[in-house]
């Protein structure tokens, strides 16, 4: 099993899918996350605590209307998280089972949070290695308004509530570098892996 950490928008989902290969399971807690925002049962309780505008008009949960609220609510925050982080932790259990029924030959967490959240949900201590993302703080800012609609700066501002990127990257065994375009994600990852004594993921 393979931790991914690195800044947000820094490329980690694209890394997670190079480092798994064809035969691996990249385990994507942010899909993971979406799953529990978009269940029925979940809304509900997002519409109580949040009010209607927590449900965008195409019946989908609102993320950035409640992203501005438990940033400026700490009491928000907690309640959200205080469900969101073992519904998800639920799901990374049946994926984990599933990938070893398959018997998977690689497994890849791309968890956001997964130093932060180490303690609660025990997953860095099953990790065989942990590995950083670089990338430039401006292209994640760019990348994240283009892809995500954030408005310039909240990539910055979501990262103060998080562990510093120095104390993450001090964490890992190894650093992929991605300042360049695929090709270059792809050798990148390809060097780690034999810098890690990895085996090749692919067949």
Request: charged share 30%; hydrophobic share 45%; glycine share 6%.
């Amino acid at each position: 099993m393979i931790g991914v950490l690195g800044g947000i928008a820094s490329g980690k989902s694209a890394v997670a899918a190079l480092l798994a290969g064809p035969r691996g399971r990249v385990i994507d807690a942010d899909r993971l996350v979406d799953e529990v925002y978009h269940s029925p049962e979940f809304q509900a309780e997002l519409r109580r605590e949040f009010g209607a505008n927590a449900i965008a008009s195409d019946g989908r949960a609102n993320r950035a209307a409640i992203a501005t609220a438990i940033f400026a609510d700490a009491t928000k925050r907690t309640w959200l998280e205080g469900r969101i982080h073992p519904a998800v932790r639920a799901r990374i259990a049946d994926e984990l089972a599933a990938a070893e029924r398959e018997h998977a030959p690689r497994v890849v967490l791309d968890v956001p949070l997964l130093l932060e959240n180490a303690a609660a949900h025990g997953l860095v201590e099953r990790c065989a290695r942990l590995v950083f993302v670089d990338s430039a703080p401006e292209e994640r800012d760019r990348r994240a308004v283009a892809a995500r609609g954030w408005k310039p700066g909240e990539v910055a501002r979501r990262e103060a509530a998080q562990l510093p990127l120095n104390e993450k990257r001090r964490r890992a065994d190894a650093v992929v570098l991605n300042f360049a375009g695929r090709d270059e994600l792809a050798r990148e990852v390809a060097r780690v892996e034999r810098e890690l004594g990895l085996a090749s993921p692919t067949p």
